[in-house]
C-alpha cells in the first residue's frame, strides 16, 4: 500500500505561481512513478503531469507544458509540482499519484495508477 498525501494548493491570482507538494509513505517512494492529475467540476479527471522512478524521464500535457514542472526527491518522499504562468483554466483539484508495477514506461493514463492522494484545491482568480 501507498499513502499519499498532497498539499500547497489554495487562490492565486492569474499569471502567478503555486507549488503543490505530494508526501508518500508505506511502499517504497523510489519503486513507484509518480504522476499529477487535475480535476475541474464538470470535467473529466486529466493528466497533468509524470515522473519516473529516478527523476530522469518527465512527462506534460500539452496544456501545461512550458508553465508546469514536476520533480521529485526520493530521500523526502516527496513529489512536487511547481506550477508557473497560471490561467483560469487551471483551476481544479489537483491529484498526487503513484503506479509501483511498470517499467517499461511511465505511465500517463488514470488506469494505469493504483494509488492516489485525496487531492488539493487550486483556485486561479483573476
Known amino acids: 500500500q501507498v499513502q499519499l498525501v498532497e498539499s500547497g494548493g489554495g487562490l492565486v491570482q492569474a499569471g502567478g505561481s503555486l507549488r503543490l507538494s505530494c508526501a508518500a509513505s508505506?511502499?517504497?517512494?523510489?519503486?513507484?512513478?509518480m504522476g499529477w492529475f487535475r480535476q475541474a467540476p464538470g470535467k473529466e479527471r486529466e493528466f497533468v503531469a509524470a515522473?519516473?522512478?529516478?527523476?530522469?524521464?518527465?512527462y506534460y500535457a500539452d496544456s501545461v507544458k512550458g508553465r508546469f514542472t514536476i520533480s521529485r526527491d526520493n530521500a523526502k518522499n516527496t513529489v512536487s509540482l511547481q506550477m508557473n504562468s497560471l490561467k483560469h483554466e487551471d483551476t481544479a483539484v489537483y491529484y498526487c499519484?503513484?503506479?509501483?508495477?511498470?517499467?517499461?514506461?511511465?505511465?500517463?493514463?488514470?488506469?494505469?495508477?493504483?494509488?492516489w492522494g485525496q487531492g488539493t484545491q487550486v483556485t486561479v482568480s483573476s
Open positions: 499519484a503513484a503506479d509501483s508495477t511498470r517499467y517499461s514506461y511511465t505511465p500517463r493514463q488514470l488506469y494505469e495508477y493504483d494509488y
Open positions: 508505506g511502499r517504497a517512494f523510489s519503486s513507484c512513478n
Open positions: 515522473i519516473s522512478r529516478s527523476g530522469g524521464n518527465t
